[in-house]
């Protein structure tokens, strides 16, 4: 089922030091009496840092992915363990990494977590050893590579960016570029159709622009929960009602797609635009990243074969 009683997001390390200390402290420092000055270091305000928050907005959960690849400081509160905090936080710091473009992420795993960590692919390696008094052990996650370079003699390939998406507005902006430069596929995967960003007049009628464009053209959405698009009246759902040999919609519902965090827009000529937490609009894009690209549309086609069309989206019949 999908968590609805906490969020997970990226935080800004100095505007969040406070809720940073609120769960590092008292896992790490009073429950597992690590050092204090060994629990904070000269990585922590380099790094991207995640963290979950319950309804009311208190921390619960965190981690962090340092520029070493490196996934560490991973800790939940007492109360909240064992409710899909400590997977979801995971989860979202190797999408992390692998919208960084990383080939591969490691972590010291405390040996008695070992096996949380295997349940995501990670692989021991090496001997274990003692980090602030607890017996650990090396773990690496190898994450599907890039497309590889043209073989000699062909002509270069056309060049991407990775841009660092960090607002709404850019967010908006760099979506309309993806959907105008589509050719006949866009793919959107979603958490409820975001209505501040596929709701407003510009995209609706980009999007519709796109589906009519060609005989060719579909543009397929997942979503986890359509009940809040439903009851706004979203506007790609009315779309989608006009035009549905060329928009189709499917929601999530199992186990584990209903668990990860993300949230993207690609499309067909290799752009796209990857969000690590989907309720938030800070991420990655790159409007000509063919091996970044062909991964989530891959993903996507995955959880697309397991989801199904959901009575809420179809058109009501008069």
């Known amino acids: 089922m999908i968590r609805n009683d906490f969020l997970v997001e990226i935080a800004d390390f100095e505007r969040d030091l406070a809720a940073l200390r609120a769960v590092r402290e008292p896992v790490f420092v009073v429950e597992q009496n690590v050092p204090i000055e060994l629990e904070w270091d000269e990585l922590d305000p380099r790094s991207r840092h995640v963290l979950a928050r319950d309804l ?52 010291h795993a405390q040996v008695s977590a070992i096996g949380f960590y295997e349940k995501f692919g990670f692989a021991a390696f090496g ?79 980009a999007i519709k622009t796109f589906a009519l464009s060609n005989r060719e053209a579909l543009v397929r959405v997942l979503l986890h929960d359509p009940a809040t698009a439903v009851r706004n009246g979203h506007g790609l759902i009315a779309l989608a009602h006009r035009l549905p040999s060329r928009i189709e919609m499917r929601v999530i519902g199992e186990e584990p797609d209903t668990q990860y965090a993300g949230a993207f827009a690609c499309e067909d000529s290799g752009g796209y635009l990857f ?11 790159d409007l000509h990243g063919p091996g970044r690209q062909r991964q989530l549309r891959e993903y996507f086609e995955q959880v697309w074969e397991r989801a199904a069309p959901s009575p809420e989206l179809r058109p009501v019949q008069l």
Not at 56 to 81: C, H, N, Q, S, Y
């Open 127 to 205: 001997d274990e050893y003692d980090e602030a008094g607890i017996r650990h052990r090396s773990m690496r996650l190898e994450l599907a590579p890039l497309a590889p370079a043209p073989p000699p003699g062909l002509p270069p390939r056309r060049q991407g960016q990775l841009i660092d998406v960090e607002s709404l507005d850019q967010t908006r902006d760099l979506t309309l570029r993806l959907v105008a430069q589509a050719r006949r596929r866009l793919w959107l995967y979603t958490r409820d159709l975001d209505a501040l960003l596929y709701a407003t007049p510009d995209m609706l009628q």
């Open 275 to 285: 969000r690590p937490v989907g309720t938030r609009f800070e991420g990655t894009a």
């Open 56 to 107: 009311d907005g208190t921390p619960i959960g965190t981690g962090r992915l340092t520029p070493e690849r490196k996934i560490g400081r991973m800790a939940v509160l007492r109360g909240w363990r064992g409710r899909g905090v400590g997977d979801a936080l995971l989860t979202a710091l190797i999408d992390l990494a692998r919208g960084l473009g990383h080939a591969e992420v490691e972590l």
